[in-house]
Structures are given as structure tokens and as C-alpha cells.
């Protein structure tokens, strides 16, 4: 008997998998693998979510208006140039499905987010992956990578896994390269992390043009990951496409709620800030004493390299993590199998895991 059979390219897929929250016989976990803003969200955020409990067999706002008149207020933008989705990878997802296609190319950096290859996937586009310089987006290679055939070109800006970046200038230049039928979607999930005076998130190449969309996330500075919450900042044109192929109701009541109290909590905010600022440079150091190399970040993370020695190696790193009930992350998926990506977490979590650290490498 004959099954249907999915669309060319859905097999090659490698469904994505978050960091992982358990291990089998450990009570206390302390988890840092999947880049969760350490403090939680904002007390004000919690508060906005129960508050809506009583209204949940309401269909959320269609256009979530409030929410996207919030963050144009908060970033300085044009509401109806702000589009939300559930997460940044949802509007990510829109993108392919509205401008790529079977035959079409989706070129990114060799160390990206994993979603921008599952996607292309998804619509039957070829993955094209340009070479880094020292585990940062190079724009000559990407530039050197464009056919005739490239459709999107995704810059994760600052780069997850890696943490590194590409200052205002180069974004110009890599913009300026690009055809213009190519669209250039900068993805700034981790901006308000990053406190360097030669970077911008890319609003400003949106502005210039028609062909150029930054996407940001709740998820990370403000540790609304479990609600599933983004924005994209457009062309209006651009807009006007993702509204049409987006789900009417894609975002929820509590996550408008949330996001808006997020927003407008600009004390925790800071507060979230400065401790990343103070315990990722603190936690690069104390790495980089140990005898690894910790590449240096502008995020809420850290990619740690360790030896190729066995018994010294990442993976022996992991398992020796777990064995203490810290969970960091394998960077395998992204060909960097002898690295560990490790969140920064709250203060005891940082100590504990860099005392384990040095019994592994003691």
C-alpha cells in the first residue's frame, strides 16, 4: 500500500532540538543550555499573565495592537511596520514560506541558527553556507556566495552559537553588496545583550530600503521563551506579506500581556543586563584559566572549546557537567563538536559550574 509522501527536502530535515531540562536520577538541575534569561522574567510580566487567566476562552487580538504599539514606543519604530509571531522562529518560518521556493537558495553563515536550514528545507530550497573568519560572519564570503539563485540571506547578528558580531559598518557594506532582490534578514534575538559602540541591531538598514527585516525575541533578555513570543520590524511591503501568510491568532493573550509588561519594566530590565555584563566576562575569565578558550561573547553565553584529548574532550566535558547536574549545551549540530555553548545563569549556578569545570580539568 502505497503512504503519501512528503514534499522533496522534508527528510532531509534534522528536527531541531532544545537544550535538554532533566537528567534521570538528578533533582537539582541547574540548566544552561538554552540561552533562558537567568534572573526569569519580570515580576511585572508574571503579574500581566495571571491577570489574563480569566479571559482565556477569548481569541487573542488578531493584530496585537497593543503589543506592537508597545514595542514601536519602547524601540522608536513604526507600529504598523512591527509584525508579532510566536517567537522569532515563527516569523523566520513566515519569510521562507513567502519568498523561497523550490530551485531558490537561503544562504547564511557556516556556524547560524539551525531553524534557517530547516527551513529552506521545508520549502525545497537549497542551503548555502558561506565560510567564517575566527568563528564570525565574514560579508566578503557571503558576498562571494550569492548566485543567481539566492533568495534570502539570514545574518544572525550577534551569532548564536558563537557570540560574536559584525559592527554597524560591515552590515552597510553586506547590505550594500547584496542584489536587491535579495532579501537580508538580520536576526538580533540577542541585542540587548550586546554593549559594543560600533553595533546597531539593523534598524536603520530596514529604513533605508525595501529588501532588508530584523527579527527580535522575548525569549532571551526577557525570559518569555515558555510563552513563545517575537517581533519583525519590515519594509512595509514586507509587512503586508507576512500578514497575509501569517495565522490570524498566532499570538496569545498572555503573551501580548506579558511582552507589554516586559517592556515597560525597564528597571528589571537593567537589572537582567547588568548582571549579564557581569558574570559572562567573569565566567569567559575563570574558563580561560583553566586552560580552554572561551570565544569571546557579546551575549548571554559562552562557546567554550576544550582539547581533542580523550577523557578531556567535550564530550567527556558533558557527561562529566551532568554528572553534577549542569546541563550546557553540545555544539555537534553546528559542526563544533569540540565545543560546549554554556548559558550565563545566576550567581550560584556560575560558581558551581566553573568549580566543576576545574575537577574535569584538575
Avoid at 527580535?216 to 515558555?226: D, E, H, P
Wanted: with cysteine; hydrophobic share 40%; glycine share 10%.
Amino acid at each position: 500500500m502505497n503512504a503519501p509522501l512528503p514534499r522533496p527536502g522534508i527528510m532531509d530535515i534534522n528536527p531541531y532540538k532544545g537544550g535538554e531540562s532533566a537528567i534521570p536520577g538528578v533533582s537539582r538541575i541547574i540548566k544552561l543550555a538554552s540561552n533562558e534569561g537567568a534572573l526569569g522574567p519580570s515580576p511585572r510580566a508574571m503579574e500581566a499573565y495571571r491577570s489574563v487567566a480569566a479571559e482565556l476562552h477569548r481569541y487573542p487580538d488578531g493584530g496585537a495592537d497593543r503589543l506592537r504599539e508597545a514595542i514601536a514606543g519602547h524601540y522608536g519604530l513604526d507600529a504598523e511596520r512591527v509584525v508579532c509571531g510566536a517567537g522569532s522562529d515563527e516569523l523566520i518560518t513566515l519569510l521562507c514560506r513567502a519568498y523561497v521556493g523550490p530551485g531558490d537558495e537561503v544562504l547564511y553563515s557556516r556556524h547560524g541558527f539551525l531553524m534557517y536550514a530547516i527551513n529552506a528545507k521545508a520549502v525545497g530550497a537549497t542551503i548555502v553556507t558561506a565560510p567564517e573568519t575566527d568563528l564570525t560572519a565574514s560579508v566578503d564570503a557571503l558576498l562571494a556566495a550569492v548566485t543567481p539563485r539566492t533568495r534570502i540571506c539570514f545574518v544572525a547578528n550577534p551569532n548564536n552559537p558563537t557570540g560574536t558580531y559584525l559592527p554597524a559598518e560591515e552590515m552597510k557594506r553586506l547590505r550594500a553588496g547584496l542584489p536587491a532582490n535579495v532579501l537580508l534578514v538580520i536576526d538580533a534575538a540577542y541585542a540587548e545583550f550586546v554593549r559594543r559602540n560600533d553595533y546597531t541591531p539593523g534598524i536603520e538598514l530596514v529604513d533605508a530600503g525595501e529588501n532588508t527585516v530584523m527579527t527580535r525575541t522575548f525569549s532571551k533578555m526577557y525570559a518569555l521563551g515558555g510563552l513563545r513570543l517575537g517581533w519583525a520590524y519590515c519594509p512595509p511591503g514586507i509587512a503586508d506579506v507576512l500578514n497575509r501568510v501569517r495565522n490570524p491568532f498566532n499570538v496569545s493573550n498572555a503573551a501580548q500581556a506579558a511582552g507589554v509588561a516586559a517592556l515597560e519594566d525597564v528597571a528589571y530590565t537593567d537589572l537582567c543586563r547588568a548582571h549579564n555584563d557581569h558574570w559572562m566576562p567573569w565566567f569567559s575569565e575563570q574558563v580561560t584559566a583553566l586552560g580552554l578558550e572561551a570565544v569571546p561573547s557579546v551575549c548571554n553565553f559562552v562557546l567554550v572549546r576544550f582539547p581533542k584529548d580523550s577523557g578531556r574532550d567535550a564530550g567527556a566535558a558533558d557527561r562529566f557537567l551532568r554528572s553534577r547536574g549542569i546541563i550546557a549545551r553540545g555544539m555537534g549540530a553546528y559542526g563544533l563538536g569540540d565545543c560546549l555553548r554554556v548559558t550565563i545563569g545566576r550567581d550560584d549556578e556560575m560558581h558551581l559550574t566553573v568549580d566543576a569545570l576545574r575537577e574535569f580539568m584538575g
